[in-house]
């Protein structure tokens, strides 16, 4: 199995890895877990952020700040390297992407009153966007609407770090020995991993069928589940998902055990 790896992440044969559930905006929550993770994390582990860790709150600037001064703390250790630290894409991370993108949609006015129910609206405002001008710039045309996006866009190159991040994401994360597989909310097991699409984002019900082992994964986590489930860890699979006011990490140990959840 060979996906592409501007997609994917390889995570090689890591002791253990870390992996933290949807943070949503949540710095003060996230700042603690990384306080309690810390003194925990050796050489040969790999640290998975499993997806929306932007939308719904409005702490965006310190979010990143955390998450990108966390990894510098991380990497400096002696035996860490910069692959060891990877971060998935969400379906909040997915929206704002296409949000930037919003010119090109069919119907932009009815995509983005959608985003906006869906908790996009304090990742926008913390870019200097306003959903009624976005709203009012959907219904003027392509024109008004390019100039919104780009805005948009010239303001998140201007704060260090965020455009890096953002490219930075991938839709998954697996391990060399097909053991584990890490992903933000969804998967199709009809589909092959390479095939998934969307499925990453909207495909919850899917997850929730899992099983038996997926294309010789032993252990599927997931950090985010739309449906509200809870923390559930079962023969195959494992959903990180607390529900709001919660941030969540799981020691995944390389044989799929999953050996400690921490909550804060």
Partial sequence: MTPDSDK????GRPFRVWAISAIHCDVA????LHDHVWPLIRPGDRVVYLGNMIGRGPALFETIHELLTFRRALIALPG????DVVYLRGTQEEMWQKLLQLQFAPNPADVLTWM????VAPT???????????LAAARDGAVQLTR??????QTMRHAPGHTSLFSALRRAAFDDSNTLLFVSAGLDPQRPLAAQGDSFWWGARGFSAITDPYE??????????PNGGGIDVSEVTASLDGGAGTVICAKVESDG?????MEV
């Avoid at 906006?116 to 908790?119: A, E, S, T, V, W």
């Avoid at 926008?124 to 976005?134: C, E, H, K, T, W």
């Avoid at 055990?257 to 959840?261: E, L, N, R, Y």
């Fill in 29 to 32: 929550r996230l700042t603690a």
């Fill in 8 to 11: 994917f992440a390889r995570l």
């Fill in 257 to 261: 055990t999953v050996s400690d959840i």
């Fill in 80 to 83: 860490m390297l910069a692959s």
């Fill in 116 to 119: 906006l129910d869906q908790g």
């Fill in 216 to 225: 010789g994964f032993i252990r599927i986590v997931r950090g985010f589940d």
């Fill in 148 to 153: 919104w996006t780009n805005d948009l866009r």
């Fill in 124 to 134: 926008l405002r913390a870019y200097g966007g306003s959903p009624d001008n976005g």
